[in-house]
């Protein structure tokens, strides 16, 4: 049974914010450490 109620679409806009943040928020080590993997290892060359 599917849940029913006034903030239905709250939840989901909610839910896409949250996916949203927690994507950009892994992603900036991420990106941070193919930064220094990278710059690393051009200066050993």
Known sequence: MP???P???SE???AVV???FLSLWLMVPL???ITTVGL???SLN
Do not use: L
């Open 18 to 20: 949250e996916f949203t």
């Open 12 to 14: 989901q806009g909610s």
């Open 31 to 33: 990106v941070y450490f």
């Open 40 to 42: 690393s290892s051009t």
């Open 7 to 9: 903030d239905d679409g």
């Open 3 to 5: 849940p029913s109620g």
